[in-house]
């Protein structure tokens, strides 16, 4: 018994830079699953195989990794043999999606000149925006 | 300072609260970053839009203007 699934994320890839800020943020992940970024992996599961554009390698019930890939239209699709792991994949899917935002705010405030200041709080990640005139 | 401060909370909402502006300038800084982040895949709907006081409060400007000298 087995459970592939594609799990969609809120977040739309539309060019080299926000590819670049989902590297970014799936090493945040990986790093706090123990794990690395693979590109271009063979994610396997119960009888079924599927070719990634990224993974974080991870052993599941009946997976090997949980995959990431871009859809046509941009859109981010967690994939993999989520058997008895389906909590672990949608936490990593709400923390790439928090980390990506995260990382896209910090980004895009430095490109407006600002100073950033970032903490990690209980209610979630604070991000303190200083708006030069 | 002026500051703008965001939040992401644990649900992945955005909270943003900006401190230290007069006027409708703190909507155009919001919204340069906004536009940023639609750049970067971003693309936030406001769900909720709060004006404090200070958005009501006028800027003066002073000019003096000196005759005859």
Same mark, same amino acid.
């Given at each position: @018994?087995?459970?592939w699934a594609r799990v969609k994320c809120k977040i739309v890839i539309k060019n080299d830079a926000s590819r670049a800020l989902l590297r970014r943020a799936l090493e945040v992940i990986a790093k706090k699953l123990n794990s690395e970024v693979k590109e271009n992996f063979l994610v396997v599961g119960y009888g079924r195989e599927r070719r990634c554009q990224f993974a974080i390698p991870k052993r599941l019930t009946f997976g090997n990794a949980i995959g990431i890939n871009i859809t046509a239209d941009g859109r981010i699709e967690l994939v993999g043999d989520f058997h008895g792991a389906f909590n672990l994949v949608q936490r990593v899917k709400r923390d790439l999606e928090r980390t990506y @935002?995260?990382?896209a705010i910090?980004?895009?405030a430095q490109q407006l000149?600002?100073?950033v200041n970032v903490n990690e709080v209980t209610e979630g990640i604070v991000i303190d925006l200083g708006v030069r005139r | 300072m002026r500051r703008i401060?965001?939040?992401?909370?644990r649900k992945g909402k955005i909270i943003v609260d900006a401190e230290g502006f007069v006027g409708p300038v703190c909507v155009k800084e919001v919204d340069k970053l906004l536009s940023s982040l639609k750049e970067l895949g971003l693309d936030l709907d406001i769900e909720e839009h709060k004006l404090k006081p200070e958005f009501y409060q006028r800027v003066e400007i002073r000019k003096e203007v000196k005759v005859g000298e």
């Open positions: @018994m087995s459970c @935002m995260a990382l910090i980004q895009s000149g600002w100073t | 401060k965001v939040l992401i909370d």
